[in-house]
């Protein structure tokens, strides 16, 4: 067992602490989440590992990559987080000798790949529920067929056009290839507004928050804020 001290004294309880990858069990997958909340680069760039012998070990100038939740059966789950650079085949490879007790790669691919067929089916509004689902984005080579959604940066994207990904080609990069899912759009919950574009505009009944009120989108395509063009929103007074 280690105990993970961050910058700001929060703990965090491990069961391992492998290269890159810090694996905990946790209560439910918001706790993993919640968990992931705290890793922020500030408190991330200087934490201190000690394990149940009283050895410590100082790391400074880390960089939380991803995390990812497994079910563990038992009502508990898996937390991995990943930190620095972590492509997806490491974490596969990782999965399959942690929660699968040493089997190989290619079991934990199937695992992932089941997760992906399920992930698939879930629109929108579902899918920003449960991120955890979709595997990060990776730029080796990796083909995602159109509407394929992926994690990148903590945010949920939707490829617009079929490709092979280049390690350049990132969500945020390549705005012709991928197009972020926005909080508020297609009956996901209401988040802040934010700058969408022309592959992600709000159409009519999405709703936002906007300097502190809910408005709801009359139009479609619109790409504007409710100050920019009041003609396209309309305020909520009851939600």
């Known amino acids: 067992m280690y105990t993970l001290t ?9 069961t391992s602490a492998e290269h890159e990858d810090f694996i905990g069990t946790f209560q439910s997958i918001s706790e993993i989440a919640q968990t992931a909340d705290t890793m922020t680069a500030e408190n991330l760039s200087a934490v201190t590992l000690a394990d ?17 939740a497994v079910a563990n059966g038992d009502g508990t789950y898996t937390g991995h987080f990943y930190y620095r650079g972590v492509y997806e085949e490491d974490r596969l490879a990782k999965a399959g000798k942690i929660l699968l007790g040493g089997a190989d790669v290619a079991k934990a ?11 698939d089916t879930l629109d929108d509004e579902q899918a920003m529920e449960m991120p955890l689902l979709f595997a990060e984005w990776s730029g080796n080579d990796v083909f995602y067929d159109t509407g394929k959604r992926v994690m990148y940066n903590g945010a949920l994207y939707k490829v617009l056009q079929a490709h092979s990904s280049q390690a350049g080609w990132t969500p945020e990069a390549a ?15 209401i988040g802040e507004w934010e700058q969408p574009d022309s592959t992600n505009p709000y159409m009519t009944g999405d709703r936002v928050t906007f300097n502190g009120k809910i408005y709801e989108s009359t139009i479609d395509g619109n790409v504007w804020s409710p100050a920019d063009y009041p003609a396209g929103w309309r305020e909520v007074t009851n939600s």
Do not use: M, V
């Open 6 to 14: 961050l910058k700001n004294g929060t703990t965090i309880s491990l």
């Open 109 to 119: 691919a199937e695992l992932r790949s089941t997760i992906d067929t399920l992930a």
């Open 175 to 189: 705005p012709s290839l991928f197009a972020k899912i926005l909080a508020g759009q297609e009956g996901t919950d």
């Open 52 to 68: 149940d012998n009283g050895k410590q070990q100082e790391i400074t100038a880390i960089t939380l990559q991803g995390f990812q």
